[in-house]
């Protein structure tokens, strides 16, 4: 029966998974790691760190 189920509700396979298991998470344009975006996600999709490095950047600009 588990079979079954596993098949019928379309759960996404470990190896397309992203970190921890979740859904597949875009790279980072910078470094390609891993960020908390979606595949799906529209935009630039920075991980957390250059996230974080870019918001440094652009508030000295000002």
Same mark, same amino acid.
């Given at each position: ?6 098949? %019928? ?10 970190? !921890?298991?979740?859904?597949? %998470?875009?790279?980072?344009? @910078?470094?390609? *790691?891993?960020?908390? %975006?979606?595949? /799906?996600?529209?935009?630039? /999709? @920075? ?6 490095? *870019?918001? !440094? ?6």
């Amino acid at each position: 029966m588990d079979d079954m189920t596993d098949s %019928y509700c379309g759960t996404t396979p470990p190896e397309a998974a992203g970190p !921890e298991g979740g859904p597949p %998470y875009a790279a980072c344009v @910078l470094c390609q *790691e891993p960020t908390e %975006y979606p595949e /799906t996600a529209k935009g630039v /999709t @920075l991980c957390p760190v250059c996230e974080w490095r *870019e918001a !440094e950047r652009t508030a000295c600009s000002g």
